[in-house]
């Protein structure tokens, strides 16, 4: 039963075909640039790997590509015909409150999505698109919304609510949503089974150009970092991430423009704010290795908001099981990990250096450590698939 995961970023289509299972991935690939002057299409299946330029306009001609390729390209191709795809997982990023749970998608969906544009700018429109082309493409394929909020569907009142007018809450939906679900429910399920605990207490991290941190109690998600939008919380590749309020009136009031404060905020704030030279922490990193201060104060309050958030997450979900690193910094930087964790041995976190270096899935927690401390990269696509092949199974 082959399912392919659609997930449309700003300007990149990223996707993954499956054959029977989550575990049999037939493709993956990635088409850059969207809508720019040179796209990219990377496409590997077997043992073969592709990267060409692409004429790739919009949603739709990404989608097109992606279904073709699926077809042509490849030693045999992973299907012979793309109408043996019998389902298509979007991952949607926002859901608001309408949407607790992956559902079969139909014209309400799509109008629901839509709705909710206002709320994720960058992400909803993009989600839709992909969307409406998989749907024209593929008529006979069942499509299925996999929603970033939904996870923290069981956020109690107070983790979600911001102390506001209740009015703006009732009237305009001003709540904590959360982002970054399918990631810390799929690192909660997998953290379940290898801690061997249907229902474990955890803080997960998932650090990356966007970052964000969740506390899980009992296997359900009670806090986490992001709000609204994806702009609260953690310092991020771009985003800024915590910041008072008050700060936008400031600079409303010296005259600068709403446009331009955004801006600001989402896409030069964070590393690339603090650093002033990248949004990519590797550079960022490198650079402080080699003595640029500026450089070295990105990384160090990148560190501290994690801690921040690490240590309250640790007391609302007391006793601890596990302590979970994910994401493109939080999975392959060993510095990072040391720097989060170093001096946190009174709260049962103790490192094990030489497991801390290593590569891959793993527990990097010395034995002496109370709290078990696990490096898992974050699979979202393989949650997707799953919650696609089952509504496509036994439909409600």
Known sequence: MPVLVINCGSSSIKYKLYGLGPEDLLAAGIIEGVGGERPRHLHATGDREFD????????????????????????????????????????????????????????????????????????????????RAARELLPEAVGVAVFDTAFFSTLPPHAYRYAIPEHWWRDFGVRRYGFHGISHRYLAERAARLLENSRPNLVTLH???????????DGKAVDTSMGMTPLEGLVMGTRSGDIDPAVVFH????????????????????????????????????????????????????????????????????????????????????????????????????VDPARN???????????????????????????????????????R
């Open 52 to 131: 060409t330029e692409v004429e790739v306009g919009d949603y739709r001609q990404g989608v097109a590509a992606i279904v073709n390729s699926l077809a042509d390209w490849g030693s045999p191709p992973p299907i012979g015909d793309p109408a043996e795809i019998v389902a298509v997982g979007h991952r949607v990023v926002h859901g608001g409150d309408r949407f607790s749970e992956s559902v079969v998608i139909d014209r309400s969906v799509i109008e629901e999505v839509e709705s909710l544009g206002t709320l994720a700018p960058l992400h909803n429109p993009a989600n839709l698109a992909g969307i």
């Open 251 to 350: 600079l409303m009031e010296a005259g600068l423009p709403a446009s331009e404060i955004r801006r600001g905020l989402q896409r030069e704030g964070g590393l690339l704010g603090l650093s002033g030279t990248s949004s990519d922490f590797r550079r960022v990193a490198d650079r402080a290795r080699a003595g640029d201060r500026a450089a070295a104060l990105a990384v160090e309050t990148f560190v501290h908001r994690v801690r921040r958030y690490l240590g309250a997450f640790l007391i609302q979900v007391a006793p601890c099981d596990g302590v979970i690193f994910s994401g493109g910094i939080g999975e392959n930087s060993h510095e990072v990990r040391h720097l989060i964790l170093s001096g946190l041995e009174t709260l049962g976190l103790v």
């Open 357 to 395: 270096r290593g590569e891959g899935e793993r527990r990097i927690s010395a034995d002496t450590g109370s709290v078990d401390i696990w490096v898992i990269p974050t699979d979202e696509e393989s949650l997707i698939a799953r919650d696609t092949a089952r509504l496509v199974s036994h439909p």
């Open 207 to 217: 650090l990356g150009a966007g970052a964000s941190a969740c506390a899980i109690r």
